[in-house]
């Protein structure tokens, strides 16, 4: 398999998509944080992949900056 060049980037759903598409080929059925948000489990196989996941991309990473701006708008100009 070939390595990707240092600090290439993947948009991770699209890895997961790939993955999870041939596994089912396989006759597998492969789910991911049935009860909830499926993002943290993602960034692991991405992980274990040997790709590292990119925060832009990061569903988690923008709701927590989203909540942090909020948190600094209500702090400084009392905007809820």
Sequence with gaps: MEQAAPNE???PWTVVNLVFHH???QGL???FSEAGDPGEHAARLLLALGIQP????NRQVFEN???ELARIR???LGEA
């Design 65 to 67: 900056t989203k909540d």
């Design 23 to 25: 596994l089912a080929e």
């Design 74 to 76: 209500t702090a400084m």
């Design 29 to 31: 059925h492969p789910t």
């Design 54 to 57: 990119r925060a832009e991309g």
């Design 9 to 11: 980037s993947y948009n």
